[in-house]
């Protein structure tokens, strides 16, 4: 099954980054132009120049933020700004960080992962991915020749076994940081061949599941595809294997958030026929926000486990919709028929295919009307400000049911999952060369 292997790490070193918190920079796929900006000022040798480069208007095929992204590693690599680290090194990663006042520690293991194809189902995916995405990560693979930030992964840590010997890793860290936002993050290089062999040991007999980062695994296979045709012996080759962080599904910090839906672009005759739809699949309560705690309320009820129940703001400004859905052979068949049984009964596929789709007329594909994002209140005060029109807030998913559905070469409707917080681009690097 999975092959795991230590690698020589690439991170910041030296005196001209006494700072790393300031050089970091989160994964490509939460930087926001107004963010690209702030990384760009906070430092001259923030991680955005690599991970996700600022375009130019004059960009040409020879000089672009690709090429500028590559020129800028082997730069920085010349200049002792990014060190190779001697040894071949498991990294322990404990990621701490705070949500809704509560403080957690996620413990991670970045690593090298043979790439396998999908249907090996040695790694297995949860959701889909689109093309544009996948498009922009080949491009930067193929100048930069390194993975820049770790895919999410989870595996099962069988007896503990894992753990334990990771338990011992209490000393000096290799290096730590502390971000502007409070997280925390603490790295240790784990280079002792009996305990890289323990843990390869332990993971070798079962498969890994993608949390976070299914483009980037599908941009990894496509480079492999294209570096294999030159190279069809290396077998050991280093574009053979993508950097990961694994960490154990039981794992307390692993907090799963539920990507809330937001729609506009919905025409005004297909609006004011849903109240009247709604019925025909939903049991439906009002609630009005002139209620006590009524935000509270529904987030405890989301939190909570039970029949499917979300609810929707839009419709009404002074009150909200609870909907429990009353038959699930109906929704069943109003669905994709090669979907498993476990997909039909996920919230999010009811209110995609259901709501969306069927009763809206929206596609779920169209980025231009449809958004998302883990907070509640961001997406009420959205419709609110009629940046948008209709709010769908869900239950987020458990890992457990992400494992089920993986299992039977399933995949979630896309954006069902947000793993919170993302591992930061620049910690560690993984060379491909």
Known sequence: MAEIRPFRGVHYSGPLVQDLAKVICPPYDIITPQLQQELYHRSEYNFVRVEYGRELPQDTATDN???????????????????????PAIYLH????????????????????????????????????????????????????????????????????VASLLESRTGKPQFSLTETNGERHCVWAITEPPVIHQISQNLIGQPLYIADG??????????????????????DAAFNFVMMTLVDFTDPGLLILAPHRLLRGISRPALNELPAKLPAFFDIEELSLSLPDVWQRIEHSLLAAGETRF???????????????????????????????????????????IIIENLLGVTTQDETTIAYTHDIMDAVNRVRDQEYQLAFL????????????????DRMPRKSTYFYPKLPAGLVLNLLR
């Open 65 to 87: 933020r690709y090429t500028r992204a590559a020129t800028t590693l082997e730069e920085w690599l010349q200049q002792g700004i990014f060190q190779i680290d001697q040894a």
């Open 311 to 353: 609810f929707l703001f839009g419709l009404k400004a002074d009150s909200v919709l609870a909907l429990k859905l009353r038959d699930l052979n109906l929704a069943s068949r109003m669905m994709p028929y090669f979907h498993s049984e476990t997909y039909k009964r996920l919230d999010v596929s009811i209110t995609d295919h």
């Open 394 to 409: 869900l239950k987020p998913v458990k890992s457990t049911v992400i494992k089920a559905i993986a299992d039977v070469s």
């Open 94 to 161: 404990d990621h701490f960080f705070t949500h809704r006042g509560q403080e957690y520690k996620r413990r991670g293991m970045m690593v090298r992962v043979r790439l396998e194809p999908w249907d090996r189902m040695v790694v297995r995916p949860h959701e889909g991915t689109l093309a544009q995405p996948k498009s922009d990560r080949v491009s930067l693979l193929r100048v930069l020749q390194a993975n820049t930030s770790p895919i999410l992964a989870m595996f099962e840590d069988r007896d503990h076994q």
């Open 214 to 235: 299914h483009h980037r695994y599908e941009s990894a296979l496509a480079y492999q595809r294209e570096q294999s045709a030159s190279s069809p012996t290396s077998g």
